[in-house]
């Protein structure tokens, strides 16, 4: 299976509380920390509503 690493590089001082609740339930919380997921669909749907928060890369392993 895909893995992807998603690091928060923007602030979400200005986004809406759902866009929040999302990014705590994706495991960020600070800047340039990133976390590793599994590219599933449901993963990709809520890194989609914050593309403009995030730099995503897939891991090759």
């Known amino acids: 299976m895909a893995k992807i690493r998603i690091t928060q590089y923007k602030s979400a001082i200005g986004a809406t ?3 929040k609740k999302i ?15 599994n ?5 990709l749907g809520m ?5 403009h928060l995030l730099k995503v890369e897939e891991i090759n392993e």
């Open 23 to 37: 990014m705590v339930a994706l495991g960020l919380g600070k800047l340039n920390r990133p976390v590793e997921h």
């Open 39 to 43: 590219a599933v669909p449901e993963v």
């Open 17 to 19: 509380k759902t866009q």
């Open 47 to 51: 890194v989609r509503k914050l593309q």
